[in-house]
């Protein structure tokens, strides 16, 4: 399978005398005092003790990372390869603090930073994370995003913070681009290298010492993986500890990384300078040629066909690396930048009404941009409008108008309800995964998002209000007994709309895809149309079944609309008691006052839930 084999015997012998020689040529001899404050307030070196993961899988405990130990200093760029499930990403997790132990998982080991045990401060605040996939809002721009992050990460004035903005935009060489919208599959935008380039530019915004990278380069051509390298050794040149797990990069990209971490199966099979990566491997019988990529032959290399079911040559060959690098690795954790001790620092964290303020303004701008979204309710609300001046045209009058108008308004309260509820689940799920990374960083709190959002919601609900109650009513030609009544029907369908919003805002934050949200919001919310009472009179209902009407929404949204038209109703009809035949009284106040009830319990429900899925997230 590879050319050039030496065999393990013959490179015993020379394994030795390579270690020696590589010995003096690391560190101490050229090491730079550098103090802190030059560029950075610290340099950090991360170090890794014999760190364990497990994991349970189908009831399985699985064995992913086998007393690991390593380290990475400041001013370098740490790259960790291995073939895939060979636990890179476990292990950045477990360096970034974000893998805790749990019901299905367990960490043993130690993390130091600088020589302090991490478990005694927080390290995060030293360190960035920038996650495989990139979160960005598609209708936002570079500088937006940018900007976001300034206000809420960097402390400083306006001025300061812009400055920053600027210095970031123009080091990831992104300032060119930094106007144009981000894009994603629907809308055109920058491209994946300069998406990728935006998200480490945010995680730059608060001056960590330690960037950690799951895969940048993942999904991106040589070229644009090249130029993503190039800027995270630029950041490593100014004395950032760069930790990147890096999947297939080309020889020129390879070439380019200080430090090599290599694992097969949850063991480190090579931990030192890339460039003596390829002696290293040739002493031990495998030689990578020179036109191949060493990156590709070192994947071949590790490769387990079935790591439940090893065949003899692999366990031969993953013994000999792993017994070679436990004999011959030599622990060098010389740093050329002064390492100083450190300490629990708070974070920069805005005052909550800065935090309210810069959320407002976004999702503000989220609403206002997704145009495509804007124009189909406008275009839904006039279509629902006219279709039910179409199907009610002729009301007429007696027990007949009872019926029709009956129907009519019955159609109006379910459609002011779903339109909310479906409007707020389409809004929410275009910054869900963003909201949630957010949040899980501790960019600000829940409650800012969710009041920040409940209020951002709300100004369409007068527009598309507006838009389908005019032409419905006046079409219909419902009650003109004073103006008053078409005012009352437009607060009423306002509130139902806003009503319905309370519910998306619960299916919304219980279910991961915006498919199975609005799927799942039908099916819970179309049975309980059959406690407005349109279908059945409320009083009729089984009293085991009643109270389901004091949670229906579509009963006091009817309510409303009923009870507004039937008072002073100017139309024929002898012995119609229409509110009576519902079942309900004549007071206008009942129906308005349940609505904003049950929205207000139903919004608390729902910011119970939204925090019980951020708490459940961190865990
Ligand atoms: N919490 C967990 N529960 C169950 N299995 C896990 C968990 N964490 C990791 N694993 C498993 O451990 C193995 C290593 O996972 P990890 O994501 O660290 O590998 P990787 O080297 O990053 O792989 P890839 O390159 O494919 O992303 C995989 O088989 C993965 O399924």
Redesign the pocket.
């Known amino acids: 399978m590879f050319e050039n084999q030496i065999s393990p015997k013959e490179s015993e012998e020379n394994l030795s005398d390579y270690y020696s020689s590589n010995r003096h040529t690391n560190g101490k001899d050229d090491k730079i005092h550098l103090q802190a404050d030059d560029q950075l307030n610290r340099y950090v070196q991360l170090s890794w003790e014999d760190v364990n993961?497990y994991?349970?899988?189908e009831g399985k405990r699985?064995h992913?990372l086998k007393g690991v130990s390593g380290h990475a200093n400041p001013g370098e760029f740490l790259a960790i390869m291995?073939?895939?499930?060979?636990?890179?990403?476990?292990?950045l997790n477990i360096l970034a603090n974000r893998?805790r132990s749990g019901n299905?998982?367990e960490m043993t080991g130690t993390i130091f930073a600088n020589g302090k045990d991490t478990k005694e401060f927080n390290i995060s605040k030293y360190a960035a994370y920038v996650t495989q996939d990139d979160v960005l809002l598609a209708v936002l721009t570079p500088r937006d995003c940018l900007k976001f992050y300034s206000k809420l990460r960097c402390p400083g004035t306006d001025k300061e913070r812009h400055a920053k903005v600027e210095e970031i935009l123009n080091d990831l060489n992104i300032a060119r681009i930094a106007d144009n919208l981000i894009g994603n599959t629907m809308i055109k935008g920058i491209s994946g290298g300069e998406k990728k380039r935006v998200c480490i530019g945010i995680e730059l915004m608060s001056d960590p010492c330690i960037v950690m990278l799951d895969?940048p380069t993942s999904g991106l051509d040589s070229y644009n993986a090249g130029v993503v390298v190039d800027l995270l050794l630029k950041q490593a040149a100014k004395g950032r500890t760069i930790i990147s797990?890096i999947?297939q990069p080309s020889s020129n990209v390879f070439k380019k990384f200080d430090k090599l971490f290599l694992?097969a199966e949850g063991n480190v099979v090579y931990h030192g300078p890339c460039d003596i990566s390829r002696k290293y491997f040739a002493e031990l019988g495998y030689k990578c040629p020179k036109q191949v990529n060493p990156a590709d032959y070192y994947m071949r290399m590790l490769h387990i066909t079935n790591r439940h079911e090893k065949t003899e040559e692999e366990q031969n060959k993953l013994d000999l690396f792993v017994g070679s690098y436990n004999e011959n690795h030599v622990k060098d954790t010389e740093s050329k930048y002064e390492l100083t001790e450190l300490h629990e620092i708070e974070g920069y964290r805005p005052s909550y009404l800065v935090e309210f303020l810069e959320l407002l303004k976004r999702s503000g701008k989220l609403a206002a941009k997704n145009r495509p979204l804007i124009k189909l309710h406008i275009v839904f609300s006039i279509l629902f409008g006219t279709l039910i001046a179409l199907i009610f045209n002729d009301i007429g009058n007696g027990q007949k108008a009872m019926q029709n108008t009956n129907g009519a308004l019955y159609m109006i309260t379910i459609w002011a309800i779903m339109e909310g509820n479906q409007a707020v689940i389409m809004n929410y799920y275009v910054e869900r995964a963003v909201f949630l990374k957010e949040h899980d960083e501790g960019l600000y709190g829940t409650l800012t998002y969710f009041l920040s959002k409940n209020i951002v919601d709300l100004p369409w609900t007068f527009v598309a209000g507006f838009l389908t109650s005019v032409i419905a009513y006046f079409s219909l030609d419902l009650n003109l007994h004073d103006g008053s009544k078409y005012v009352i029907f437009y607060c009423i369908y306002v509130m139902a709309l806003q009503c319905g919003m309370a519910f998306g805002y619960i299916t919304g934050y219980m279910m991961s895809s915006v498919e199975t949200a609005l799927a799942f919001s039908t099916v819970i919310l179309f049975p309980i149309t059959a406690f407005g009472g349109q279908h059945v009179k409320v009083t009729s209902i089984p009293i085991a079944w009643r109270w389901i009407t004091y949670l229906a929404p579509f009963k006091w949204v009817f309510q409303a609309f009923t009870v507004n038209e039937y008072n002073d109703w100017g139309r024929d009809c002898d012995n119609c008691d229409s509110l009576g035949h519902l079942g309900w009284s004549d007071e206008l106040w009942q129906g308005p006052v349940g609505i904003i009830v049950l929205s207000t319990c139903v919004r608390l429900l729902a910011f119970i839930l939204l925090k019980f899925l951020t708490r459940n997230k961190r865990s």
């Open positions: 993961y994991a349970s899988v699985m992913i291995g073939a895939s499930g060979s636990g890179k990403t476990s292990l893998a299905k998982a895969e797990t999947h694992l």
